[in-house]
C-alpha cells in the first residue's frame, strides 16, 4: 500500500520549474520529465506505468479531480491549482494544465500536462477553497462524497460570478 503520510513541509517550485506528463486515457503515466522527477522524490521507474495520481495530496478534494476528468473527457482543457504530494510526504502546489491528446481518428488516446510554479496568492485562496470543500467531503460518506462537493464548488463559481471553471481559475495569471 502507498504511504500517503504528509509532513506538512512545503516545496516551492521556482519560476523556471516546468513540471511535464503525459498519461494514457486512463491516467496512468507514460512520460515524465525531469523536472517531475526532481520534484516529486519519485524515480522515473516509480512513476512510469503508475496512475498520475499517485501524486494527489490526501487533503485535495476528490471533487476538483472530478470536475478535471469532466472537463478533459469532455475534450477541453483544465487549468487548475493542484497540490501535490511528493514521495517524501512534502506538498507541492502547482498552476496546471492538462489537455486531451487525440489519436488520427480524433479520438482521446490520452492526456498531456504541464505544471509551473502558481502566484502565491492563489496558493493562498485555493488552499483555503480546497480546504472547506474538502472538510464537506470528510462529513459525508465516501460513495457522497464527490457529489456533494462537486455541488459546492459549482455553488462557489456562481457566486464569484463565473460561469466556467477555467474563467475563474485564470484571473490568477
Known sequence: MLDRSVTGREIILKPYDTIQSRTDERGVINFANRTMIRISGYSKEELI??????????????SVFFAMWKIIQGGDEFFGFVNNRAKSGDNYWVFARVAPRHDADGVINGYSSVRMMPKREAVADWGKIYADLFALEQTQPRNKQVAVGYQALLKLLKKRGFSHLTDWVMQYT
Open 49 to 62: 506505468g503508475a496512475p498520475h495520481s499517485i501524486l494527489r495530496h490526501p487533503h485535495m478534494p476528490r
